[in-house]
């Protein structure tokens, strides 16, 4: 039985692959390596099919379709009760899969997914702290969004992509993919570093991606406004109760400066 599905979307970067696959191969525990083609000019098909590995399968899109519609490939030839995405110019610390299988093993079927923390590369710096243990949702996540500061690496049970994928009509906004999960799911945050970033030049994470994808970010928030409108209802009514009162306060005292000329 396979344990963990690793999926691997790439488009164009042959060079960084056998890292990726160098961080995976000696892991504890029975896997399989997905990468999912993005439709890449470059040489990447050979880097792949040079990797004499049964635990390897590589799944090639004609055209470039997406991160998350190669995510979303990978899913559908997994077979591991858990699933990992791990980007190509990412890699993984040893055992850090095992580590993985051993939360969600030992954690409530309610949990659907687990967080985990990562370090950048250049610096060795882990980039957030995360509450160990602590149990997040719908309200968690999408109102206090405790999992948005900043990079993580996250395992899911194969059973929460019957009803969710990532939506391939936005590039990146994994934020909207998340937010949906919660609404059935729980999440579990880890306070371990289990993922190294290398920041490249075309990660969409960077400011040249953030500003090109400006239209799909807004179109993503407005998304999370819509699908969480009852929750975010519940936590606008709490804060609007509190901003009157301070409202209230701030008019008062702004009164008494201007000589009673405002009337509240």
């Not at 470039?64 to 791990?86: D, P």
């Not at 580590?99 to 969600?104: A, C, F, G, P, R």
């Not at 901003?243 to 306060?249: G, H």
Request: glycine letters at 4%; aromatic letters at 10%; hydrophobic letters at 40%.
């Amino acid at each position: 039985m396979i344990d963990v599905s690793v999926i691997t979307p790439t488009y164009n970067r042959s060079a960084l692959l056998l890292r990726v696959w160098n961080s995976l191969k000696d892991q504890d525990i029975n896997f399989e390596w997905i990468v999912v083609d993005d439709g890449s000019t470059d040489n990447t098909e050979e880097v792949v099919k040079k990797i004499d590995d049964e635990r390897v399968k590589y799944i090639k899109f004609k055209q470039n379709k997406g991160v998350n519609a190669a995510r979303n490939a990978g899913v559908y030839f997994a077979s591991g009760r858990y699933i990992v995405f791990l980007d190509s110019d990412d890699e993984l610390y040893p055992n850090s899969l095992k580590t993985m299988v051993e939360v969600m093993d030992n954690a409530d079927y309610s949990i659907g997914a687990a967080a985990f923390a990562t370090v950048i590369a250049n610096t060795g710096k882990q980039v957030s702290q995360l509450k160990d243990g602590e149990i997040l949702n719908e309200y968690d996540i999408v109102c206090k969004r405790k999992i948005y500061d900043g990079d993580k690496i996250f395992v899911y049970r194969r059973e929460v992509f019957k009803d969710f994928c990532l939506p391939e009509d936005l590039k990146g906004c994994e934020h909207v993919f998340l937010n949906e999960v919660s609404k059935k799911w729980k999440f579990i945050t880890i306070n371990k570093p289990l993922r190294i970033i290398h920041r490249q030049e075309d990660n969409l994470s960077n400011a040249d991606s953030l500003i090109k994808r400006s239209y799909d970010i807004a179109k993503s928030y407005e998304r999370v406004l819509i699908n969480h409108k009852e929750v975010l209802k519940d936590q606008n009514e709490a804060i609007l109760s509190k901003k009157n009162r301070s409202i209230d306060t701030v008019l008062l005292v702004h009164a008494k400066m201007c000589g009673g000329c405002i009337k509240i």
